[in-house]
Nanobody, 119 residues
């Protein structure tokens, strides 16, 4: 199993910045990608950004150019730098780790961290 602990959420004014961190522990050697999802009230959880073990990165269109996902392998930590935050960005942000076990995808989730943007 993989355990994920997030930090860094909070309240920020529109146009401001926040950095989220996600520290992974456990069977981290089996992780093939880590990412950040978010879920706003009344909406489905959506993928925001993902970084694979080969270094490839993907973002949803609405955050491209504003958010940056990165990782520190020595610390087993993934970050999400969020700049130019907009009123559309508030949500609970969840860290995700993907593993493939015998060809089956297994997801691990953090507890979530609230991001609030004031206008």
């Amino acid at each position: 199993q993989v355990q994920l602990v997030e930090s860094g959420g909070g309240l920020v004014q529109a146009g401001g910045s926040l950095r989220l961190s996600c520290a992974a522990s456990g069977r981290i050697f089996s992780i093939n990608a880590m990412g950040w999802y978010r879920q706003a009230p009344g909406k489905q959880r959506e993928l925001v950004a993902v970084i694979a073990t080969d270094g490839s990165i993907n973002y949803i269109a609405s955050v491209k150019g504003r958010f940056t996902i990165s990782r520190d392998n020595a610390k087993n930590t993934v970050y999400l730098q969020m700049n130019s935050l907009k009123p559309a960005d508030p949500a609970v942000y969840y860290c995700n780790a993907q593993r493939l076990v015998m060809g089956v995808r297994i997801d691990s989730w953090g507890q979530g961290t609230q991001v609030t943007v004031s206008s």
